[in-house]
């Protein structure tokens, strides 16, 4: 690690910022780690968990053009503000339900959609508000990958923290703690300084916005190819993460902590993907590091797939983490490095899009296919899938080059 990996703390509001949403971001995952533990134990439906990742996140999915729309019209800032107190006023509702006892799966089920249609404005808000909270615009890759390493840090620490709430003191702490911790992030961007909002000429109206985004995406080849990759992968791949509480239970013959750790190996390597890519210096080829890293991703889950043997298989899940991280990183550094600012809202809507809406699909195909062929075999085909992309991935990298074309962007 070299000193350049820090660079973007040089920009105030960044550095209020980060802090902020490191400690909001561990008690999200804490109400994650708990959601997932509370349908499991109330269910023991593999199906269940599918269902509850499709509704936190398929809102995202109906809702995020209009999000992006919406970061590209109006205030980003007081857009993010808003999306803040709403997803604080979704946790404290939690809390309320799971403290008094008297609630049922679909009642958990119906506040994770409406946190997904929160999010399906924030994503676009914060993405592209990390763009004018930078005052190099050189350090952007930089922070985009410290983002990420502050979100799976706080993937490592909040799922272990959470195994132990529910351990000791039961699911409503964890909701609780989440509640709490909001105050840090809203109380880093009301002390932020950013430039005065200027509001925009509007030749369009909102759904000619829209698809003056779909047009610039479908006429920008690089973007595009980027945006279908992660659609790809989110929608086949990246469910991989909701058997998690299957092999704590069942395979590993554990309970709420033995999740938590499995959750927070993963954690761990996506950290250490975030760091080195933070670490990378300006002009490194992120598509062919992307191919890359897409292979270990592959790699690491059919490893993980078959494993039995606990430490060992925390090692595995670690490598995948590691590779998984570049397809969210890289993808988000690439598009915001190359799209043209006055977009930057409706393309990172799409990304979101990719990201957030195929999840979900993901999520009840990947819960249906394991109670047709078991879990270690799903995980042992989400593997393979991986390592074909990561190949094809590969193969286009090669195109570029005998075309003669630049492939770092």
């Not at 997904?116 to 909270?133: H, K, T, W």
Request: charged share 10%; proline share 4%; with cysteine.
């Amino acid at each position: 690690m070299n000193i350049s990996t820090f660079n973007a703390f040089k920009s105030r509001n960044y550095r209020l910022y980060f802090s902020g949403q490191s400690i909001s971001l561990i008690g999200t995952w804490m109400q994650k780690t708990a959601v997932s533990w509370v349908i499991y134990s109330q269910t023991r439906s593999k199906f269940m968990l599918g269902l509850t990742l499709f509704a936190s996140m398929f809102p995202s999915f109906v809702f995020s053009f209009l999000g992006g729309v919406a970061s590209d019209r109006y205030n980003r800032f007081k857009l993010l503000l808003s999306t803040q107190l709403a997803s604080m006023f979704q946790a404290v509702l939690l809390t309320v339900l799971i403290y008094f006892r008297h609630y049922q799966v679909w009642q958990i089920i119906g506040l994770s959609a409406f946190l997904g249609l929160i999010n399906a404005f924030d994503v676009p808000a914060r993405q592209s508000l990390v763009y004018e909270m930078v005052d190099d615009k050189a350090d952007l890759p930089n922070a985009l990958a410290l983002n990420s390493s502050m979100v799976n840090l706080s993937r490592l620490i909040g799922p272990g923290i959470a195994g132990l709430a529910l351990e000791k003191f039961g699911e409503d702490i964890c909701f609780g703690l989440n509640a709490l911790s909001f105050i840090a992030v809203i109380g880093s961007l009301l002390r932020m300084k950013l430039p005065a909002y200027t509001p925009k000429a509007r030749t369009k109206n909102m759904l000619g916005e829209l698809k003056e985004g779909f047009a610039y995406i479908r006429a920008t080849p690089a973007i595009s190819l980027i945006l279908l990759t992660l659609a790809s992968v989110s929608l086949l791949v990246l469910p991989y993460t909701t058997l998690m509480p299957v092999y704590a239970k069942d395979i590993f013959k554990g309970n709420a902590s033995t999740f938590g750790v499995i959750d927070s190996a993963i954690g761990m390597g996506a950290f250490c993907g975030a760091i080195f890519l933070a670490s990378l210096k300006p002009g490194k080829n992120l598509r062919r590091i992307l191919a890359l890293n897409t292979l270990i991703f592959g790699t690491g889950l059919v490893l993980f797939s078959h494993s039995t043997i606990y430490p060992v298989a925390l090692v595995f899940a670690t490598m995948a983490g590691f590779g998984m991280m570049s397809q969210i990183t890289i993808s988000n550094t690439l598009i915001q490095t190359t799209v043209d600012p006055a977009m930057r809202g409706r393309v990172i809507s799409f990304y979101a899009m990719a990201f957030f809406g195929m999840q979900p699909l993901g999520g009840l195909l990947v819960g249906a296919v394991s109670q047709w062929i078991g879990t270690p075999n799903t995980v042992l085909l989400q593997g393979v899938v991986t390592i074909i992309i990561g190949g094809l991935l590969f193969r286009q990298q090669q195109l570029q080059q005998a075309a003669g074309q630049p492939a770092h962007i």
